[in-house]
């Protein structure tokens, strides 16, 4: 899957910030879903070809993982954390029964940013939600940042805020001027 449009943006920092990119239960199945929810994208692997390359426009390096098991995801979390920098996780359907998982994101002081194709929050039949109504992520609370309800775009979202958020040496009050 190509970008269609060129972009710049003008990073603080030139560090090669390293984010982990985590999809959860039934995002192999992309392409198979809902194209009202989920869009043109057709498989998994076109969507980690995309944040890795909208990664490498912004300089940082893009990790990704995917697993439909909650014991993969753990571990993953478990051996990256003393290599990354931050973390962008889709939950999908750990997204209301993820305690685990949050709770290992949450041991590694790395910021986090939550991602979903659609508007969790949306009420049934509204665009951009799901076709069963709201969720309520186990995830949220604790997450850094959230965006949801632009599909892949939601990753270039999450990419590009946590990207610059790295880059500030205010972040998450780090090295606040007194």
Do not use: W
Not at 80 to 96: C, E, K, L, Q
């Amino acid at each position: 899957m190509s970008t269609p449009h060129s972009f710049s943006i003008e990073r603080s920092s030139r560090h090669p910030h390293r984010i982990a990119v985590i999809d959860g239960p039934n995002m192999s199945s992309l392409g198979n879903r809902s194209r009202k929810v989920y869009g043109s994208i057709q498989s998994l692997d076109d969507l980690k070809a995309f944040v890795v390359d909208f990664g490498r426009r912004l300089g940082v390096e893009v990790e990704t993982f995917s697993s439909n098991y909650e014991g993969a995801l753990l571990e993953f979390i478990h051996e990256s954390a003393g290599r990354v920098d931050g973390y962008i996780i889709n939950p999908a359907g750990s997204t209301t029964v993820g305690e685990a998982v949050r709770h290992a994101l949450e041991d590694t002081e790395r910021p986090v940013m939550e991602v979903h194709f659609a508007n969790i929050m949306a009420a049934e039949g509204m665009p951009r939600g799901l076709t069963s109504g709201r969720l309520r992520s186990v995830f949220t609370h604790s997450a850094t940042g959230l965006c949801m309800g632009m599909r892949q775009y939601s990753y270039a979202g999450a990419l590009t805020a946590l990207t610059l958020s790295l880059d500030d040496p205010t972040f998450l009050g780090k090295g606040d001027a007194e």
